[in-house]
């Protein structure tokens, strides 16, 4: 199979971008009330680990 090759760099970048806009919109919806109790849930408790792994990196790091 010979096809086109995207960078790793590359890659990162696009999914970066595309995991942007999914929090942006996450976000709005959020604000304007239209997410489920459930998915409001869902996204407290993904930000308690995402905030709880930065800390853990930043004593690490220390």
Known sequence: MTGDVIPR???I???RAVL???RVRIAR???AGRLSPEHDLICRRLEREQAR???AAHRAAA
């Open 53 to 55: 792994r930065e800390q």
């Open 9 to 11: 760099e590359q890659a």
């Open 20 to 22: 942007d806009r999914a």
């Open 29 to 31: 919806d959020r604000a």
């Open 13 to 15: 970048a696009n999914a």
